[in-house]
């Protein structure tokens, strides 16, 4: 069944702040199954399930990210090959949306077995600089509604229980410009290079593991030009929240002295903030370990990662993020999916809502 809605998923393109096409399909798609749907504020797709008797209980939500990492000039189409389903987009997070509409498709007639109220939602800004926008928004306005999280997003037979800390910020860097011959005017770029190596030079702690990446870097007008600008996008991590200031204090020091030494000014934004911690997975953890003993996948392998559930640390909200479909190539143009994987998936969610069910967490 989850088949069945994969390609019109993956074919229907949702970049980072511009899901308005994919949230709309979905939201047909679930109105379709006979469900409730809105779109709150900020663009996430929710259905609220509450069978009589379970009012005013604790829910459980379920969260599916709408983005993808892929800009809306992208070919999405996607092409089927010796059991797979291949395009940008198609696992990360098109498969996942496949497999909750395909549970909801399932649920219909049944939720007089839920004994707390189930949330479904496909949320916007997961990826990139969207910094979990649609999660956030979602918790910060109905925690005291919610009992616990899970998330679907990644692989079969991978779940994470610690969210990884992110920081993201934008250095711009601006000079007076000139003519390369004629002027002789400080460089933006100058700076920037500056920047980057001194960045780089910053001890990283081996454990808990911490990482730094410039993943964007640009500037300059032309080879004769003295760059008037020049800009910079940082990507810092950690598995540790102090570790993780002290190297955003560090890093910003070193962006500061590059541009005061190539004598340029440089502003300095903050754009992404994704709070990391352990995500109290504990019982939830239980069910989804049994839940895939039963599927006969063996035993969970645990990881940290930046996923949606990162928006429940600071709210103390129990969460998981689980996987539900095998593939390949994430945030490539040839990701693919296995087909055959789906139905598995499914399995592994319908079992993790029904022990949830049987044990809520609140």
């Not at 077995?113 to 926008?133: F, I, K, M």
């Not at 009992?147 to 779940?159: E, M, Q, T, W």
């Not at 911490?210 to 080879?223: E, F, H, P, Q, R």
């Not at 500061?256 to 504990?282: F, I, M, W, Y």
Request: charged share 20%; aromatic share 4%; proline share 5%.
């Amino acid at each position: 069944m989850p088949i069945s809605y994969l390609s019109r998923i993956a074919e229907t393109s949702a970049p980072t702040f511009d899901e308005t096409r994919r949230a709309a399909l979905v939201t047909e798609l679930w109105e379709d199954l006979g469900y409730s749907c809105e779109r709150d504020e900020v663009g996430n797709v929710v259905t609220r399930i509450v069978p009589p008797g379970t009012e005013g209980r604790p829910a459980l939500l379920i969260l599916a990210h709408l983005d993808t990492v892929f800009p809306l000039e992208t070919d999405v189409t996607v092409r089927e090959d010796n059991g797979r389903l291949i395009g940008p987009g198609v696992g990360d997070n098109s498969a996942s949306l496949a497999v909750v509409t395909a549970f909801l498709r399932e649920l219909r007639g049944r939720t007089d077995l839920l004994t707390r109220p189930l949330w479904v939602s496909a949320n916007v800004c997961e990826e990139g600089l969207g910094d979990l926008r649609g999660a956030k928004y979602l918790l910060a306005r109905h925690r005291q509604s919610l009992g616990a999280l899970l998330a679907i997003d990644g692989y079969l037979g991978v779940a994470v229980t610690q969210g990884v800390g992110v920081r993201r910020y934008r250095a711009v860097f601006a000079g007076p410009g000139g003519h390369s011959w004629g002027d002789q005017g400080p460089s933006a770029l100058h700076a920037l290079g500056r920047a980057i190596s001194g960045l780089y030079d910053l001890h990283l702690p081996p454990t808990p593991r911490t990482t730094l990446n410039v993943g964007l870097a640009s500037g300059g007008n032309s080879i004769n030009s003295i760059a008037a600008g020049a800009e910079l996008l940082l990507d810092l991590r950690s598995l540790d929240a102090k570790l993780l200031e002290d190297l955003a204090a560090r890093a910003q020091d070193v962006i500061r002295k590059a541009a005061r030494e190539a004598d340029v000014s440089v502003t300095l934004e903050q754009v992404g903030d994704r709070p990391g911690g352990d995500l109290h997975s504990g019982r939830l953890l239980d069910m989804a370990q049994l839940a895939t003993r039963e599927a006969r996948l063996g035993d969970l392998r645990l990881a940290a990662s930046s996923t949606d559930a990162n928006a429940a640390v600071p709210h103390g909200l129990p969460a998981l993020t689980l996987g539900v479909y095998r593939g390949g190539n994430a945030h490539r143009l040839e990701e693919w999916v296995q087909l055959s994987s789906l139905p598995t998936g499914l399995q592994l969610l319908r079992r993790v809502v029904e022990l949830y069910q049987q044990r809520p967490l609140a």
